[in-house]
């Protein structure tokens, strides 16, 4: 930075909270640039994942992950790159030719879209010029990453279709399925931010949080949205709608070559989109955490970039590491999980946080009194809910532990199933031909065959 | 709509690089025509014949589509609401409880029928 340009940027230090006006103002290349910026951002961003992600759960799984290409294996998503386009274009006979070509051009431009409201920073200058770090803030930005997120799913539902091959359609409408259940307790997640921020622009949203973030004040919001980003983007233990051990690839399957890059390429960015959004609502978008931010100069200039990065990739980082502890989890239980806790949850909290918001505000009426013995009831409600169905779970447990009991008939006679089961301590189960008391492992017990 | 242009110029972007992309896929790529290959992978068995009329899809993903209708639109009342909740005052807060602790009552409902069960 120059020295006139260090002037003006302390002159400009007292307002360097962007608005919605410096968005009116912006000179058409200035937008360009920032537009190539945010472009540039998330390709590198995927190329940078694809290697983080495979290096991470190497070490995970004790292996040293791809080390061959280039230092640490850093080439490594290069050369997948460039390999992609070489392979054959594949489009199979029973496929809807035209739509099967647009469902992965939908499915990227969606993703790039939604990047485009995140602020990265606040006003700063590039070439003499002040202009807020962020491409783009309307009145309503949160709802156009949500928009996109929607959108986004018609590319995975198309190209599911227009597959023509079943496990396409069923890794399709699973995703679907899947995507629509967990916007809405997304959806939920963010009242309480508006609630708080009076406001659907993101810049405003991180400006509300100069005094503390919305992580402190609304921590099952976070928590919620947290479940929610790994469910809107189908990653692992969510990523029911690409189970390789039962769809082969899901909506995916019948893609090839660059058509195939183009979803890859919308998942990493889909994921880092979300990761953004979660710090932008809650982690106080690119203020500086707390012992940095004692420093006067942590929230001006080029620092905050740094801020919104070390937030979003920390979040990144947490997706790499569900993916290398976490098993899938079953297709009923993720809809379980979805419609009886996520919603019911963040609708009471909602309820909860506005009483109290009313609270803090002081709005002078004895109705707010009415309305939390309301929510009150409503939260016994959901814990004698919670409770019954605890019981319930204990309830159709305790059948399996006990049910070897009643299954044997009596001394000298097989015990009859509803159906033919073959007998269960055949030698080849503990080893062939071992004795059971010479085998290196012991013969389990078998009972009830 | 000068505060869209940007959100235009990244989508313009954003196409522009994903339809060149999946164009040069088409063309870079080598052809080696097999029939077995043009057909949709069923895990090496043959592929399943198209059912008329494209087949049948359980009914559960038209109650969820549903319910996501009925939450949905909840949504669409609750972001205004929590955006202008300081000027409403208690009259908002009020309202709001009256229309959530309505539309819990059909998701009491939806669930005690078994419309959230997925088995």
């Not at chain 1, 227009?162 to 995507?179: E, H, K, T």
């Not at chain 1, 690839?249 to 893609?255: F, P, V």
Request: no cysteine; hydrophobic share 55%; aromatic share 14%.
């Amino acid at each position: 930075m120059t020295d006139q340009g260090m002037l003006q940027h302390l002159l400009a230090a007292p307002g360097t909270e962007p608005t919605l006006a410096s968005f009116n103002t912006e000179i058409w290349w200035m937008v360009l640039l920032k537009a190539g910026m945010v472009f540039a951002f998330l390709l590198l961003t995927t190329i940078f994942m694809i290697w983080f992600e495979r290096r991470v759960i190497g070490r995970m799984q004790n292996r040293p992950g791809p080390n061959r290409a280039g230092p640490f294996g850093l080439l490594q998503p290069v050369a997948d790159a460039l390999k992609l386009p070489l392979k054959e274009d594949i489009i199979p006979r029973s496929a809807d030719k035209l739509i099967f070509v647009i469902a992965p051009v939908i499915s990227a431009t969606m993703a790039f879209i939604g990047f485009s409201v995140i602020p990265w920073g606040p006003e700063v200058s590039i070439f003499h010029h002040q202009t807020p770090l962020q491409l783009a803030d309307l009145p309503v930005a949160v709802l156009v990453i949500l928009a996109m997120s929607s959108i986004g799913v018609y590319g995975l539902v198309l190209a599911g279709w227009a597959s023509g091959s079943p496990y396409s359609l069923l890794g399709a409408l699973r995703s679907a399925a899947q995507v629509i259940s967990y916007e809405i307790a997304m959806g939920l997640a963010f009242v309480a931010v508006f609630l708080y921020a009076g406001s659907l622009s993101t810049s405003a949203i991180v400006a509300a949080q100069n005094n503390g973030w919305f992580f402190w004040e609304l921590p099952v919001s976070f928590v919620i949205y947290l479940f929610t980003m790994v469910g809107e983007t189908n990653r692992l233990p969510f990523d029911l709608p690409e189970g390789e051990g039962e769809l082969v690839a899901g909506y995916h399957t019948e893609y090839s070559s660059m058509k195939f890059a183009m979803f890859y390429l919308a998942e990493y960015i889909n994921m880092t989109t979300v990761a953004a959004l979660a710090t932008t609502l809650f982690l106080g978008g690119w203020r500086a955490p707390w012992p940095i931010s004692l420093w006067s100069g942590a929230n001006t200039g080029w620092w905050p970039l740094l801020w919104f990065l070390i937030k979003v990739f920390i979040l990144l980082f947490g997706y790499v590491w569900l993916r290398g502890t976490l098993p899938r989890v079953r297709y009923d239980q993720l809809m379980a999980l979805g419609w009886k806790v996520l919603i019911p949850v963040s609708i009471v909290w909602i309820l909860f946080i506005a009483v109290i918001r009313a609270w803090k505000l002081n709005f002078n009426s004895t109705a707010i009194y009415a309305v939390a013995g309301l929510v009150f009831v409503l939260l016994i409600i959901m814990v004698m809910a919670w409770d019954e169905a605890a019981q319930q779970r204990a309830a159709r447990n305790a059948p399996t532990e006990a049910s070897p009991q009643p299954a044997v008939a009596g001394p000298g006679q097989p015990a009859a199933p509803a159906f033919p089961v073959p007998p269960l301590d055949l030698p080849h189960y503990h080893g062939t031909g071992v004795e059971p008391g010479n085998s290196a492992t012991p013969a389990r017990e078998v009972t009830g065959a | 709509m000068r505060l869209y242009l940007p959100i235009f110029i990244l989508a313009l972007l954003g196409f522009g690089f994903a339809s060149f992309s999946v164009f040069m896929g088409t063309r870079l790529g080598p052809k080696r025509w097999n029939r077995a290959k043009l057909e949709s992978y069923e895990s090496g068995i043959e592929p399943t014949p198209h059912p008329p009329g494209g087949g049948r899809i359980p009914v559960k993903y038209y109650v969820t589509a549903m319910l996501f209708i009925v939450f949905d639109i909840e949504i669409i009342f609750l972001y205004p609401w929590a955006v202008t909740f300081n000027k409403l005052g208690a009259f908002g807060l009020v309202e709001m409880v009256t229309f959530v602790i309505t539309v819990l009552v059909a998701y009491a409902y939806v669930w005690r029928r078994g419309g959230l069960e997925w088995d």
